[in-house]
Every structure is written in structure tokens, then in C-alpha cells.
């Protein structure tokens, strides 16, 4: 029996696992004290939660747990690491390296320190929607402080050789900062063999509750310090004020330590449903997946249905939870500046469709996908002038179109 | 954002999709919109010549849900209209009928611009002027 509408946005957001949800009950109501009331049981018992959870994340991502800062999630955590580092280490230089494929919590922070008198390099990506550890080199200056590059994408699931550009950073002794929010709990993520000085998460998009997330901040080789960006009570080393979401972390907590168990059997069964939906949804024609689907997360295909518009393809499979790089997605009009930076014609942008699987897909949702997809495709082929002319050969570049 | 029920109704059940001859002389095509902006609308019509009533309609539209919407009741509304009847079809006639958000009218604007410029094709082809576009739109 399928349950609709069916949920294949699992990069927007997942679930929470009813695993962690008990988990995290009866810290609302039973032990909702303070976690920095020193003097009472009630604090005690919530730091305590704290501090277990401070170990599940850390043992997630290979960290010491004292080098776990809760924050409110990963848009709050990526704006803390740039723009910590950018003050903290301002008498060194003022130059921050990222990506144009980053996420707007990255982009626009860096856009806001450009503001305040930092030079920012965006690197550009190949059609793939990778970056090389040349291009990172070649960009670093004697007054770069920073390096923000993405584990993984949001909207295409690229791998970036996050390895390979932390050593050129370290090599260089210029930080590093990885927006690990799509990867963390769907691939290994190491901060040490990794080489990660800083690294954003967030417990939401790994089943986990939203509002809850932590920076990783290195201690050791090299001890690394953000100024605060919230003033108030000191709490977390003094790197981030505030009185501790207990019951949030204890859910985020929860959520890495079955991320770390699970992630091995889940990947396995993930990938191949995803891999499946991809080869079925390939079989028409003019279909393409957008990005790498060598350095990959599991979980995610991003594919271009051409000469059909992703709003409109979205609105002949309604019970299909999906998104579309489509511009009329968007307020703003234009289609996803993730896959215009690949250099994909804005025409494939407006075309394509994103299904971000979960452990909760199953293979009847995944068979429902393949034939409303397919039949939402051929349909609106059928009313599209662009595949008609397509058809009769006409090249559509050939054709001089009136702007509006 | 939520679809009115009549957007929904001729997207499921568009009226008049398919292709008119466009070589044939008393048949006007209107072509707009551009595929990097997500919307391209092909609407024509077919005029009787003894008369100048328009007697079939057709489109094909690659778009979201209210241009496909906005197209198919355009075709709807041309049929059995003069070409001059024709001309007075508002974008804001569309708006109101398909209640469609602020941020959709860019769709009945182009369905309005689709059927001026299939009846400037059709009149071009039969020897007289196009007409001019008193509404700038963009």
C-alpha cells in the first residue's frame, strides 16, 4: 500500500526517525532543565544528554567531542566558521577562497564579508560541477585566511575532493572549512584523515530534528578560534552564546550515532534504488543527469527531462514530493544558479527534477516514481512546441526568440 | 503555492492542443516566449475566409502549469470569435478567469502576446498590416 503523497525530497529535508524522536521525548517534559544550571539535578541531567551527544556527533565525523560546537543548524554554522575565521584571523589577511555551486549560507556570507572588506575568489566548477585541487592552489594568496568548499552539493550530490584541497590548504597553512551539511551521515566523513579544520552539519537532513546542527573546530595541529558571532552567556568555549536546544541535540545525537551504524546497510539499499529510478528514467530520450555520477552521494539524481518544464512536470506527478532547478520554482524568476554554474543551458536548468531518496524509500515508491515520471514526460512532450520542432530536426539555437 | 481548481482543470484536459498547417494561407502562427526563460507558447489559428470567423485554434505550450493553462483557454476563446473580437482578449481576462497569482500573470501576457502575433501572421500573409501592439508589456 502506497501512502501519498510520496516524499522524494530528502536533500530539501528527511524525517525524523522514530528512533530518534523517542529519544529525544523525554527531554520536553521530564529532564528539560537548564544544561548550564551547575547547582541542580535538572542541569545536571541535561548536561549530561549534552555531553553524550557531544560524543555521538563527534565519533560520526572522527572528532573529539570538545570539538563539537552546537549551533542552530548549518546555516548558522557555516555563517559562524567564515565569518569567526574572517575576524579571528584578520591581522593575517582578508581573502577567503569558495565555490559558485556552494550553498547560499556560504555564498551570501561571503557576499556579506565582501561588504566588510574581504576579497573573495568564487571558483568555477566544470560541467561535471567539479572543482580540481589546481584550481584551489593557483588561487591561494599570501592573505588568503580561508578556504569554504562543500563536501557534497544540495542540488546535484557532487563529491568534491575535499582530501586532496585540505592538504593543499594545510600545505599553504590556510584553514579549511567544508559545508558537510548533504554528506555527513550519507558517506564516511573524517576530520582527521579528511584533513577538516572546520566543518558545518546539520541534524535534519540526516533524520534528525530540525533547528539543530553543530561546527566542528578543531583543537589540535592546527588549534583553531572563531570569534563569537552572538554575544551573550559564553556558553560552547565561548564560540557560540546561547542556552543549549537539549532536546535538539540529544535528537542530532541520536541521529549521527544510527547514521554511523546504519550508514553502511543504508547506502547499499539507497543507492540501488536510486540507481534504478536513474537507469529507468535514462531509458527516454533527451533525459540527462546533471553533475558527476562518479563522485556521487547515494542517496540523490538530479535529471533533465528536455523540452519539458520542471513546474510543469512537477505538477503531473502531484503525488511526488520532489524539486526542480525550474524557475518557476523560485520567487525569483531564474532557473538554479547550481546548475547554470555547470555551465548547463538554462533551458536544461528550467528542465530538470531532483529526487533525493531516504532509509524510509521503499521499491513500490520507487516503481510509482518511474511510471508518473514517465507518463508526466511523454504527456507534456506532446503539448511542447519545443519537442515538436526537436522532432521535424529544427535546431531551437537556430531560431531567434522574443525576449520577455 | 496552490492551483485553482480551472488551472488544474485545463492542465489535466487541455483543450485544443496540435498543430495547424502554418503553410496554408488562412492560418496564423504566433510563437513567443523563449526556452531559456521557461516558457514558449505556439498558438494559431484558422480563419474562415468567407466569413473572417476564426474556426479552430490550436497550441502547444512548454511551460508551468498556468501557461499550459493560460494557452489552452486562449485557443477556447478564439474559436468563433472575429479576428477583430480576437484582439480584444485581455491578459487580465485570463487573470481573472484562471485566478492566477501575481506571480503568474507573466503567463497570460504571454497568451495575449500569442494571439496578436498569430493574427499579425495571419494578416500579414493576407496583405495587411500588422497591428500595432498599443500595449508594451515589457
Known sequence: MLDFPIYLDNNATTPVDPRVLEAMIPYFTKFFGNAASRNHAFGWKGEEAVDYAREQVAALIGADPKEIIFTSGATESNNLAIKGVFEMYAQKGNHIITVETEHKAVLDTCKHLEKLGAEVTYLKTDIQGLITPEQVEAAIRPTTVLISIMYANNEIGVIQPVKEIAALAKKHGVLFHTDATQAVGKIPVDVIADGIDLLSLTAHKMYGPKGVGALYVRRKNPRVKVTSQMDGGGHERGMRSGTLNVTGIVGLGKACEICKTDMEADTARISKMRDRLEKELLTMEEAYVNGSVEHRLPHITNISFKYVEGEGLMMGIKNLAVSSGSACTSASLEPSYVLKALGLDDELAHSSLRFGLSRFTTEEEIDYAIEHVRDAVLKLREMSPLWEMFKEGIDLKSIVWAEH | ?138
Open chain 2, 1 to 138: 503555492m496552490a492551483y485553482s481548481e480551472k488551472v488544474i482543470d485545463h492542465y489535466q484536459n487541455p483543450r485544443n492542443i496540435g498543430t495547424l498547417d502554418k503553410s496554408k494561407k488562412n492560418v496564423g502562427t504566433g510563437l513567443v516566449g523563449a526556452p531559456e526563460c521557461g516558457d514558449v507558447m505556439r498558438l494559431q489559428i484558422e480563419v474562415d475566409e468567407e466569413t473572417g470567423i476564426i474556426k479552430d485554434a490550436k497550441f502547444k505550450t512548454f511551460g508551468c502549469g498556468s501557461a499550459i493553462a493560460s494557452s489552452s483557454l486562449a485557443t477556447e476563446w478564439l474559436k468563433g470569435k472575429s479576428v477583430n473580437e480576437a484582439l480584444t482578449i485581455d491578459n487580465m481576462d485570463i487573470v481573472e478567469e484562471l485566478a492566477l497569482p501575481p506571480v503568474k500573470i507573466h503567463c497570460s501576457v504571454l497568451a495575449e502576446d500569442a494571439i496578436k502575433t498569430a493574427i499579425n501572421d495571419y494578416r500579414v500573409k493576407n496583405g495587411l498590416e500588422p497591428i500595432e501592439d498599443t500595449k508594451k508589456h515589457y
